[in-house]
């Protein structure tokens, strides 16, 4: 065959570019790495939650190749489905989404099971009927490794371990906003080690070093002595090897050539399948099998991006699928399209805002509960049309929002922007807000001990991850029972954050003529000077606190013995030493007096009057899990007496988005009571 292709130059030099080809393919068009599918209940392909699927696995494909990461929720009760899909953090977003594509594809095929999981080289994805997001999970686990032994594996292992505790910090904690990091150490004179490590962004830094450090655990069981390994999970992988295998972060567009392949096969799959043995003669068949389907692949591909790329410009935008579709003729001022709803659609989702549809009403303006075409529910803020923002600011800030996901805050699904309508679409939570049960006498009993220990724990965690974990530093401003919603499990979820810019607030941090919130909940720097920052959050927290253990408003608290609100109320019991008298009596004696009490230190602690006292968010969220840890001693609160209101104070009513009617002092100008939260832009 030789001297007949160097007799036909042009035939030579075709094959030789194909076979070039080949050896440079994109790690995407690989096979999975593995693929496992946990549930063991199918779906009908037809069905309403397949037709779930396919939405959810499109917007995975199309979001994440924008961002490296994406996760969505889609769909109701035995329908709903959670997707998450992440890509290696050198992917560029071209192999991202023809990795992702790829994957797509094959896990449904795979896959026909309610849940499944797919690793590739450069992406993963995951989508299970059961919540997952935001939780760190090691299960399932898998194991590959470099089948060639290390020569110094004492030396080796102890380079390694120290490599990869360094990487798992700077993967945690560093400066990457994806989780992702890489390095390499020399531990010959002629040999080199590469590690790498990434966690899914949905996670918070903390559960990422706990995911990262429970992979290295694994090192010594799949890979020890071996001169590469990979442990993948669901949360977080690691990878090392004595060659370099990824790309630097500030390396052109184009790829530098791959490094030369170790001399016998790389990896060892756990557990070994029979499908996935490879013998000599599949290989030669497979690569002639290429040879030949490569050429037609490469014309269809360069005919089909000339005439994407001819149609493109022709053709508008579409966004929100085919039931919620918006046409645009430009392009949008930010990559988040699947942000925008149609107006007709939210119009016939609420019955064009109809009263029978109202939730509540505040300072910012309705809220509306709504249901899609598809069957979703969603709850729509429709803002004030003096809100004082443009509109694309208003769309670029709702880009930003709508990042934040976390298990314990209201996702923000995205906005309606068409004429004079700003709206805000949230997910729909069905057991309204927490002061409908801790402040009413029939439903209280709803609220056992256990059951408000764990909402604490929850609201906790969700204020850490806006102050300290999320890609934005956000200050809500406005904490209180009626802004902490309680899903179909009780589970607390925080609404009204981060959407002061919408509204027109454009401070960061330090002063305010803009009072946003609720009086007897705000700090008094924040109330009485406009002086705000995550301490005022943390003032906050520590009232709600004391509502949730007593079941007692703060604003409405109303006490003898020279008590005249909440804060003098639980600190006359603490400098008593009765605090146990704060327990609100519907509990009952079915709960655990050391919790009580320290829910109460860490309250008084939140509520003291200095600001440089006050505990952090992420000190709070360890004094509430572990018992180990010394507490301070508070100092007095700061009061919120009735007979220190000024003059020009007044008392406005309005409905919460709850529906409630809500009496709460409102100071005169120059300040103004928006209700709204901050948005803190600091990257991390």
């Known amino acids: 065959?030789?001297?007949?292709?160097?007799?036909?130059?042009?035939?030579?030099?075709?094959?030789?570019?194909?076979?070039?080809?080949?050896?440079?393919?994109?790690?995407?068009?690989?096979?999975?790495?593995?693929?496992?599918?946990?549930?063991?209940?199918?779906?009908?392909?037809?069905?309403?939650?397949?037709?779930?699927?396919?939405?959810?696995?499109?917007?995975?494909?199309?979001?994440?190749?924008?961002?490296?990461?994406?996760?969505?929720?889609?769909?109701?009760?035995?329908?709903?489905?959670?997707?998450?899909?992440?890509?290696?953090?050198d992917t560029t977003p071209a192999i991202c989404r023809d990795c992702l594509n790829t994957a797509r594809q094959e896990i449904v095929g795979n896959c026909p099971n309610r849940t499944a999981l797919t690793w590739y080289d450069r992406c993963f994805l995951r989508y299970s009927s059961q919540r997952f997001l935001s939780s760190s999970d090691n299960n399932p686990l898998f194991y590959m490794w470099n089948t060639q032994n290390i020569s110094n594996p004492s030396r080796f292992n102890q380079i390694l371990s120290q490599m990869m505790k360094?990487?798992?910090?700077?993967?945690?904690?560093?400066?990457?906003?994806?989780?992702?990091?890489?390095?390499?150490?020399s531990f010959s004179d002629f040999q080199t080690v590469y590690g790498l490590m990434q966690c899914t962004d949905d996670l918070s830094r903390n559960d990422c070093n706990l995911c990262l450090e429970g992979a290295i655990?694994?090192?010594?069981?799949?890979?020890?002595?071996?001169?590469?390994?990979?442990?993948?999970?669901?949360?977080?992988?690691?990878?090392?090897?004595?060659?370099?295998?990824?790309?630097?972060?500030?390396?052109?567009?184009?790829?530098?050539?791959?490094?030369?392949?170790?001399?016998?096969?790389?990896?060892?799959?756990?557990?070994?399948?029979?499908?996935t043995t490879t013998t000599g003669r599949k290989r030669n068949s497979s690569r002639t099998i290429i040879i030949i389907i490569v050429p037609i692949v490469v014309a269809v591909v360069l005919i089909s991006v000339i005439a994407a790329c001819f149609l493109w410009r022709k053709k508008k935008k579409s966004v929100i699928g085919k039931d919620h579709r918006i046409e645009r003729n430009e392009s949008l001022p930010f990559d988040e399209e699947s942000l925008l709803f149609d107006l007709g659609a939210i119009r016939?989702?609420?019955?064009?805002?109809?009263?029978?549809?109202?939730?509540?009403?505040?300072?910012?303006?309705a809220v509306y509960k709504g249901k899609l075409s598809d069957g979703q529910e969603i709850a729509v803020k429709r803002l004030s049309r003096d809100s004082g923002q443009g509109s694309e600011e208003f769309k670029n800030e709702v880009a930003l929002i709508a990042k934040l996901q976390h298990r314990n805050l209201v996702r923000l699904l995205g906005c309606c922007v068409q004429g004079e309508e700003k709206l805000l679409?949230?997910?729909?939570?069905?057991?309204?807000?927490?002061?409908?049960?801790?402040?009413?006498?029939?439903?209280?009993?709803?609220?056992?001990?256990?059951?408000?220990?764990?909402?604490?724990?929850?609201?906790?965690?969700?204020?850490?991850?806006l102050?300290?974990?999320?890609?934005?530093?956000?200050?809500?401003?406005?904490?209180?029972?009626?802004?902490?919603?309680?899903?179909?499990?009780?589970?607390?979820?925080?609404?009204?954050?981060?959407?002061?810019?919408?509204?027109?607030?454009?401070?960061?941090?330090?002063?305010?003529?803009?009072?946003?919130?609720?009086?007897?909940?705000?700090?008094?720097?924040?109330?009485?000077?406009g002086q705000f920052s995550v301490k005022s959050d943390v003032f906050s927290f520590g009232v709600l606190l004391l509502e949730i253990v007593t079941g007692q408003k703060n604003s409405n608290f109303y006490e003898s013995d020279h008590a005249e609100d909440l804060l003098s109320y639980a600190w006359k019991h603490w400098k008593t030493g009765t605090v146990l008298k704060l327990i609100d009596p519907t509990i009952g004696e079915s709960y655990s007096s050391s919790e009580v009490m320290r829910?109460?230190?860490?309250?008084?602690?939140?509520?003291?009057?200095?600001?440089?006292?006050?505990?952090?968010?992420?000190?709070?969220?360890?004094?509430?899990?572990?018992?180990?840890?010394?507490?301070?001693?508070?100092?007095?609160?700061?009061?919120?007496?009735?007979?220190?209101?000024?003059?020009?104070?007044?008392?406005?009513?309005?409905?919460?988005?709850?529906?409630?009617?809500?009496?709460?002092?409102?100071?005169?100008?120059?300040?103004?009571?928006?209700?709204?939260?901050?948005?803190?832009?600091?990257?991390r």
Not at 249 to 264: D, I, M, R
């Open 1 to 89: 065959m030789m001297p007949s292709l160097l007799s036909k130059p042009f035939e030579f030099l075709l094959l030789s570019s194909l076979l070039l080809f080949i050896f440079h393919l994109p790690a995407s068009t690989a096979d999975p790495l593995w693929t496992t599918c946990p549930s063991t209940a199918n779906y009908i392909v037809n069905s309403t939650f397949g037709t779930n699927l396919n939405r959810l696995l499109s917007s995975l494909s199309s979001n994440t190749s924008l961002t490296g990461f994406s996760n969505i929720t889609i769909g109701e009760n035995q329908n709903r489905i959670y997707g998450l899909a992440q890509c290696r953090g």
């Open 166 to 185: 360094n990487l798992a910090s700077t993967a945690a904690f560093g400066s990457s906003k994806r989780m992702y990091a890489t390095n390499s150490t």
């Open 217 to 275: 655990a694994q090192i010594p069981t799949c890979c020890n002595g071996k001169q590469g390994g990979r442990v993948l999970g669901p949360s977080c992988n690691l990878r090392f090897e004595i060659y370099k295998f990824y790309d630097d972060l500030a390396t052109a567009p184009t790829p530098p050539p791959p490094s030369p392949p170790p001399p016998t096969p790389t990896s060892a799959l756990v557990p070994p399948s029979p499908n």
């Open 348 to 365: 016939a989702a609420t019955d064009d805002f109809s009263e029978d549809n109202k939730l509540g009403e505040g300072g910012f303006g």
């Open 425 to 465: 679409i949230y997910e729909y939570v069905p057991n309204a807000s927490l002061d409908k049960f801790l402040f009413d006498p029939n439903k209280k009993a709803c609220l056992n001990w256990e059951r408000r220990y764990k909402i604490i724990g929850g609201v906790a965690r969700g204020l850490l991850y």
């Open 467 to 529: 102050h300290e974990d999320s890609r934005l530093r956000i200050i809500h401003r406005d904490l209180k029972a009626s802004n902490v919603l309680l899903d179909a499990e009780m589970i607390p979820k925080i609404a009204d954050f981060g959407m002061a810019k919408i509204v027109g607030v454009d401070e960061t941090q330090g002063n305010t003529s803009n009072i946003a919130g609720t009086y007897g909940y705000m700090a008094p720097e924040y109330a009485m000077h």
């Open 599 to 683: 829910c109460i230190h860490i309250a008084l602690l939140c509520v003291q009057e200095d600001v440089i006292d006050r505990p952090t968010m992420s000190s709070i969220v360890l004094m509430l899990n572990s018992f180990t840890v010394t507490l301070a001693t508070p100092s007095q609160p700061a009061f919120f007496i009735a007979s220190r209101m000024a003059p020009d104070m007044s008392m406005t009513e309005s409905r919460t988005q709850t529906g409630e009617v809500n009496q709460s002092p409102v100071m005169a100008s120059p300040w103004s009571v928006n209700e709204m939260s901050i948005t803190e832009l600091d990257p």
